[in-house]
C-alpha cells in the first residue's frame, strides 16, 4: 500500500502539472499536441544542469536551478508550436505531432554528443544521462515524497485563482471562447494566445523534470517521456480543462500508471501477468473513458481554430 501510494503522487503530480499546461494552451484557443516533446526537453535540459554542476553548488540552488531550466527551455521549445500556430496558423495538431517527434531527436543527438565527448570519443556513445537526484528527495516517516509535490500543489492552487479569479485569466479564457468578442473590446488574442502557449511550455518542461528525476538516477532519452504526454492530455479532457478536475483525474490515472511499478512486490505478481500489461492499463483506461465522456466534454469553443483579425 505504501509502494502504491509513492508511485501514485508521484505520476499525479506529473500529469496534473503537464495537464494544467495542456489547459492553459487550449483555453487560449491553441490545441498542445507537443506536450510530449515539451516534456522531452524541459527534463533534458534539467538533467542536464544535475549532470554538470550537480556536486558544485549547494543543493538548494541546485533544485532551484534545475527547475528554472527545465521551465524555460519547455517555453523557448513551445514558442515553436505558438509562431506556427498563431503567427503562421499552421495546423495545430501537425505542428504538435512534428514537434513531438522532433524533441525526441533533439535530446538523443545532444545527449550522445555530450558523452562522445565526455568519454573522448571510444567506442559508441549511449543516449542516458547519470545524475543525483537525492536533493530532490525527502523522507516523513516511512512515506518518501519529492519536492515536486510540493510544487504541484501550490501551482495547482495558483492556475485556479489566475484563470478564474483575476482579470488576465477571464482574459485568456475569452481567446479560446470568442476571440473576436474578446477582440471588440481591446484584448489581444495574439498576445494571450502566445502566454497560454509559453505558460504550458512552463508547466510541461516543469513535469518533463518531475517525471525523470524522482525515481531513477539514469535516463536513457531514446524513450522521451514513454507517453506521459499524451495521457496528460487525457487528464487534461477527463478533467473538463479545470484545474481541481484536473487534479482528481491525475490521481486517478496515477493509480492505474503506478501499478507496473509495484506489480512485482505485491500480491499482483501472483496474477502471472505481464509487466507490459501492467503499462499498457492507464492507456486503454483512457481510451475506455473518453470514449463514455468525451461527448459530454466542454472543450473551449474556439480551441485548434486559427484567429483571423479580419474575420467576423
Given at each position: 500500500?505504501?509502494?502504491?501510494?509513492?508511485?501514485?503522487?508521484?505520476?499525479?503530480?506529473?500529469?496534473?502539472?503537464?495537464?494544467?499546461?495542456?489547459?492553459f494552451?487550449?483555453?487560449?484557443?491553441?490545441?498542445?499536441?507537443?506536450?510530449?516533446?515539451?516534456?522531452?526537453?524541459?527534463?533534458?535540459?534539467?538533467?542536464?544542469?544535475?549532470?554538470?554542476?550537480?556536486?558544485?553548488?549547494?543543493?538548494?540552488?541546485?533544485?532551484?536551478?534545475?527547475i528554472?531550466?527545465?521551465?524555460?527551455?519547455?517555453?523557448?521549445?513551445?514558442?515553436?508550436?505558438?509562431?506556427?500556430?498563431?503567427?503562421?496558423?499552421?495546423?495545430?495538431?501537425?505542428g504538435?505531432?512534428?514537434?513531438?517527434?522532433?524533441?525526441?531527436?533533439?535530446?538523443?543527438?545532444?545527449?550522445?554528443?555530450?558523452?562522445?565527448?565526455?568519454?573522448?570519443?571510444?567506442?559508441?556513445?549511449?543516449?542516458?544521462?547519470?545524475?543525483?537526484?537525492?536533493?530532490f528527495?525527502?523522507?516523513?516517516?516511512?512515506?518518501?515524497?519529492?519536492?515536486?509535490?510540493?510544487?504541484?500543489?501550490?501551482?495547482?492552487v495558483?492556475?485556479?485563482?489566475?484563470?478564474?479569479?483575476?482579470?488576465w485569466?477571464?482574459?485568456?479564457?475569452?481567446?479560446g471562447?470568442?476571440?473576436?468578442?474578446?477582440?471588440?473590446?481591446?484584448?489581444?488574442?495574439?498576445?494571450?494566445?502566445?502566454t497560454?502557449?509559453?505558460?504550458?511550455?512552463?508547466?510541461?518542461?516543469?513535469?518533463?523534470?518531475?517525471?525523470?528525476?524522482?525515481?531513477?538516477?539514469?535516463?536513457?532519452?531514446?524513450?522521451?517521456?514513454?507517453?506521459?504526454?499524451?495521457?496528460?492530455?487525457a487528464?487534461?479532457?477527463?478533467?473538463?480543462?479545470?484545474?481541481?478536475?484536473?487534479?482528481?483525474?491525475?490521481?486517478?490515472?496515477?493509480?492505474?500508471?503506478?501499478?507496473?511499478?509495484?506489480?512485482?512486490s505485491?500480491?499482483?505478481?501472483?496474477?502471472?501477468?505481464?509487466?507490459?500489461?501492467?503499462?499498457?492499463?492507464?492507456?486503454?483506461?483512457?481510451?475506455?473513458?473518453?470514449?463514455?465522456?468525451?461527448?459530454?466534454?466542454?472543450?473551449?469553443?474556439?480551441?485548434?481554430?486559427?484567429?483571423?483579425?479580419?474575420?467576423?
Open positions: 500500500m505504501i509502494l502504491l501510494i509513492k508511485y501514485t503522487l508521484l505520476y499525479a503530480v506529473v500529469l496534473m502539472l503537464v495537464a494544467l499546461g495542456g489547459m494552451s487550449e483555453r487560449s484557443g491553441v490545441i498542445n499536441i507537443a506536450l510530449e516533446g515539451i516534456m522531452a526537453i524541459g527534463g533534458l535540459a534539467g538533467v542536464f544542469v544535475l549532470s554538470l554542476f550537480g556536486a558544485t553548488i549547494p543543493a538548494p540552488a541546485m533544485v532551484a536551478l534545475a528554472l531550466t527545465s521551465m524555460v527551455a519547455g517555453v523557448l521549445y513551445s514558442l515553436l508550436l505558438a509562431f506556427s500556430a498563431i503567427t503562421l496558423k499552421a495546423d495545430q495538431t501537425i504538435g505531432t512534428a514537434l513531438n517527434m522532433l524533441a525526441t531527436a533533439i535530446a538523443i543527438v545532444i545527449v550522445k554528443a555530450y558523452n562522445n565527448s565526455a568519454s573522448s570519443g571510444n567506442g559508441a556513445a549511449s543516449a542516458k544521462l547519470s545524475f543525483d537526484n537525492s536533493a528527495i525527502y523522507k516523513i516517516g516511512p512515506f518518501t515524497i519529492n519536492i515536486f509535490i510540493i510544487v504541484g500543489i501550490v501551482l495547482l495558483i492556475a485556479s485563482l489566475f484563470l478564474f479569479r483575476t482579470k485569466g477571464l482574459r485568456l479564457r475569452a481567446c471562447e470568442h476571440p473576436q468578442a474578446a477582440d471588440s473590446v481591446g484584448i489581444n488574442v495574439y498576445r494571450w494566445r502566445y497560454g502557449v509559453m505558460i504550458s511550455g512552463a508547466l510541461g518542461g516543469l513535469g518533463g523534470l518531475a517525471y525523470i528525476v524522482p525515481s531513477v538516477s539514469t535516463w536513457n532519452f531514446e524513450v522521451g517521456v514513454a507517453g506521459a504526454g499524451f495521457l496528460a492530455l487528464v487534461m479532457i477527463f478533467g473538463q480543462w479545470k484545474p481541481y478536475r484536473i487534479a482528481g483525474a491525475a490521481l486517478f490515472f496515477a493509480v492505474f500508471k503506478s501499478l507496473a511499478n509495484i506489480a512485482d505485491t500480491v499482483l505478481a501472483q496474477l502471472g501477468w505481464s509487466k507490459n500489461v501492467y503499462s499498457m492499463m492507464p492507456f486503454i483506461a483512457s481510451m475506455i473513458i473518453l470514449a463514455f465522456t468525451s461527448k459530454n466534454s466542454h472543450a473551449p469553443k474556439a480551441e485548434g481554430i486559427p484567429y483571423d483579425k479580419g474575420a467576423r
